[in-house]
Antibody, heavy 127, light 107 residues
Framework: EVQLVESGGGLVQPGGSLRLSCAASGFIFRNYAMAWVRQAPGKGLEWVSAINGNGGGTYYADSVKGRFTISRDNSKNTLYLQMNTLRAEDTAVYYC????????????????????WGQGTLVTVSS | EIVLTQSPGTLSLSPGERATLSCRASQSVSSSYIAWYQQKPGQAPRLLIYGASTRATGTPDRLSGSGSGTDFTLTISRLEPEDFAVYYCQQYGVSPKFGQGTKVEIK
């Protein structure tokens, strides 16, 4: 059974930093791209960042580019999101998500829909 | 940048009725890279449909996705009590983007 468990959320002042973690189990973690998706209180979903299976490719939404860094430790089956220079508008529940993958007889490709999600961790940026 | 517009914002229906949710893209979505998610209060989203019409594992067959180009639809043939929730469409081309959501509420 796929499980994704986020941690590291909390209250931080504007301009501060926070690192989120996502512990994964139930699948071969290194074989899958992973992503972070956030949801501001009472609002819709916003894709934040993604990373491919070996960590060699990273992608960011314009709203977080230059401030957030996604990374992964495949030896620990863990995904991270380092968030710096936090702003009030970064306040949200942050979800870790497994990126979809479809395989032919010879190759597998990632398609950035999200087939499994964690329960989320709340980040509040406020003074 | 592709913008997704979902309509209606809220759909008020009774159990057993048919629900039709629309997702319109500001430009053509390549290879029908559209997914649909269900989210209930206090829960994470759940993948229902990908590739515009392929049901994810566990998605009941009363839910179906259709469409191509710029117009996509999620249809629930007969609403069950567990279907009352918020539904999001998502395009997963170059930069994943979500629609603003449609709430399906009990009439």
């Amino acid at each position: 059974e796929v499980q994704l468990v986020e941690s590291g959320g909390g209250l931080v002042q504007p301009g501060g930093s926070l690192r989120l973690s996502c512990a994964a189990s139930g699948f071969i973690f290194r074989n899958y791209a992973m992503a972070w998706v956030r949801q501001a209180p009472g609002k819709g979903l916003e894709w934040v960042s993604a990373i491919n299976g070996n960590g060699g490719g990273t992608y960011y939404a314009d709203s977080v580019k230059g401030r957030f860094t996604i990374s992964r430790d495949n030896s620990k089956n863990t995904l991270y999101l380092q968030m710096n220079t936090l702003r009030a508008e970064d306040t949200a529940v942050y979800y870790c998500a497994k990126v979809g993958q479809e395989c032919s007889s010879t190759s597998c490709y990632s398609y950035h829909y999200f087939d499994y999600w964690g329960q989320g961790t709340l980040v509040t940026v406020s003074s | 940048e592709i913008v997704l517009t979902q309509s209606p914002g809220t759909l008020s229906l009774s159990p057993g009725e048919r629900a039709t949710l629309s997702c319109r893209a500001s430009q053509s979505v390549s290879s029908s890279y559209i997914a649909w998610y269900q989210q209930k209060p206090g829960q994470a989203p759940r993948l229902l449909i990908y590739g515009a019409s392929t049901r994810a594992t566990g998605t009941p067959d009363r839910l179906s996705g259709s469409g191509s180009g710029t117009d996509f639809t999620l249809t629930i043939s007969r609403l069950e009590p567990e279907d009352f929730a918020v539904y999001y469409c998502q395009q997963y081309g170059v930069s994943p983007k979500f629609g603003q959501g449609t709430k399906v509420e009990i009439k």
